[in-house]
């Protein structure tokens, strides 16, 4: 199992345990807590994720021309 898809996994874990808590009537500081790490799960899956795709990828940009000012037209004229 890579480190992407354990991370992913422990992600879906936490979050499948804040929502029995929430189901069982937990209190508030309890479900924040669980919140908490649900999130850092998230972003240990996000690190990896991020760090599994290829560096070398371009960035796609798009192209717009520049517009000419009023100004400008005028002098070509």
Same mark, same amino acid.
């Not at 029995?20 to 240990?44: C, D, H, P, S, W």
């Not at 990896?48 to 004229?77: D, F, N, R």
């Given at each position: 199992?890579? %480190? !992407?898809? #354990?991370? %992913?996994?422990?992600? /879906? /874990?936490?979050? #499948?345990? !804040?929502?029995m808590? $929430?189901?069982?009537?937990?209190?508030?500081?309890? !479900? $924040?807590?669980?919140? &908490?790490? #649900?999130?850092?799960?998230? $972003?240990?899956? &996000?690190r *990896? =994720? %991020?760090?599994? /795709?290829?560096? *070398?990828?371009?960035?796609?940009? +798009?192209?717009?021309? +520049?517009? %000419?000012?009023?100004? /400008?037209? =005028? =002098?070509?004229?």
């Amino acid at each position: 199992m890579t %480190e !992407l898809e #354990y991370a %992913e996994m422990r992600m /879906q /874990q936490k979050w #499948y345990d !804040l929502v029995m808590a $929430e189901q069982k009537g937990a209190t508030i500081a309890v !479900l $924040e807590r669980l919140y &908490n790490l #649900y999130m850092l799960a998230v $972003e240990e899956y &996000n690190r *990896h =994720k %991020e760090a599994s /795709q290829p560096s *070398h990828v371009p960035v796609m940009q +798009k192209w717009v021309p +520049k517009a %000419e000012s009023p100004k /400008q037209k =005028k =002098k070509a004229s």
